[in-house]
Each structure stands twice: as C-alpha cells, then as structure tokens.
C-alpha cells in the first residue's frame, strides 16, 4: 500500500520560460525561450542541481544534459485563457481560468481612472501601459513636482502604482494600492495591483525594494 503524500513543497521559477505555448501568437510571443536564450548569452548554465533533476532534457540545453535524471520531468501547455502570473499559479493549483484577466495596451478607461482619481483624491500621471523603469524616468520628476501618483500597466494584467518615497510614503502607496484593488472588479477585475517605490533624483531615480503585489 503507498503511503499517503502529506506535505508537497512546490517551487515556482517565474519568468523562467522554456519556450512558447502552442497560443503565442495571441500574445506577441513567438519565438520565446527565456531559458534557452540565457543559456546562449551566458555561454551555458551552471546549475547542477536542477541538471540532475533532469531540466536539460526539458529543455534541450547540451549544458544541462545528463545521462540519468533523477527526477520526473515533462512540459505541459496551460490550459487557462490568458498568459498572467495569477492565472498560472492558479492553474497550478487546479484553477482553470475560462476568461482571462483583462488587459490595457491603451490605458485604462475613463471610469477606472476617474473611481480611482476620486477615492485617493488625486489626479494621475501616466495610464499607459510603459516599461517601469522607463515610465519613472519620463515623468518621476512630474511626479516629485506634483505629488500625483504615476499609473501605468503592461502586457499583463496588471494596475501599477509608482511614487517617491519622499514624496508618498510606502505606506500611503499601499494604501492607494489596496484602493485600486478594492475598485478593480467585475470586468476590471486585473490579476494584480503592484505597488512600485522609487527614490533618488531626476536622471538617477531607481526603484526600490518596497514592492507588493496586491493579488
């Protein structure tokens, strides 16, 4: 008789890709292959234990082939709509997702950011879907001027909050993350609300280590 299985420790390497899923071509991702493409920029991976666990036979990478893998391994294509970090922890889990999170490549509309607007008592800088390093760069200093928060997304389903923690404390940005939050339902209902620090000057403000996400 097999024992039963208590405990299960399951380790997640996010953005760790090993290649497209057969729905690419939906999400502009086409040729995709995180790992195998570090692989090549590096010259080939050192990493023993997850060779001998059998990772170079997933990914078909010479630095990481071994003759006898000591663990079980395979791909599997997700079967959840839409290609988030929440949809695919959820479908580790079980949770099959027949409708994905919903997505802004424009902005989000007039009645997320007016709700918003209203409830932190602020106007926005940005609602764009932007690069976050690039986004506080752009308009950091607006925002040290102005103290409004910078808004923006990305391909993922994603409300991110940006401010200077001289400027906005890590609490309050917290605080208005919980708001968004708390307004983003229904059909707006987004995997995440992401809280995004920063400090330092203009021409050198960097972001820090106070992120959360708000899942």
Partial sequence: MTAAIERVVLIVLDSVGIGEAPDARSFGDVGSATLQHVD?????????????????????????????????????????????????????????????????????????????????GSQVLGNEAASGTEIIARLGAEHVRTGRPIVYTSADSVFQIAAH????????????????????????????????????????????SGRRDFS
């Fill in 40 to 120: 090549g920029a590096v010259g080939g991976l050192n990493l023993p234990h997850m060779a001998r666990l059998g990772l170079g036979r997933v990914a078909g990478l010479p630095s990481l082939a071994t003759d006898q893998p000591e663990g079980a391994f395979g791909v599997m294509s997700p079967r959840s709509a839409g290609k988030d970090t929440t949809s695919g922890h959820w479908e580790i889990s079980g949770l099959i997702l027949e409708r994905p999170f919903p997505t802004y490549p424009d902005g989000f509309p007039s009645r997320v950011i007016d709700a918003f607007e209203a409830a932190v």
């Fill in 165 to 208: 923690e001289e400027v906005t404390s890590v609490d309050e940005l917290y605080e208005m993350c919980k708001v968004a939050r708390d307004l983003l339902r229904g059909e707006d209902e987004v995997g995440r609300v992401i809280a995004r620090p920063f400090e330092g000057e203009q021409g050198a403000f960097r972001r820090t």
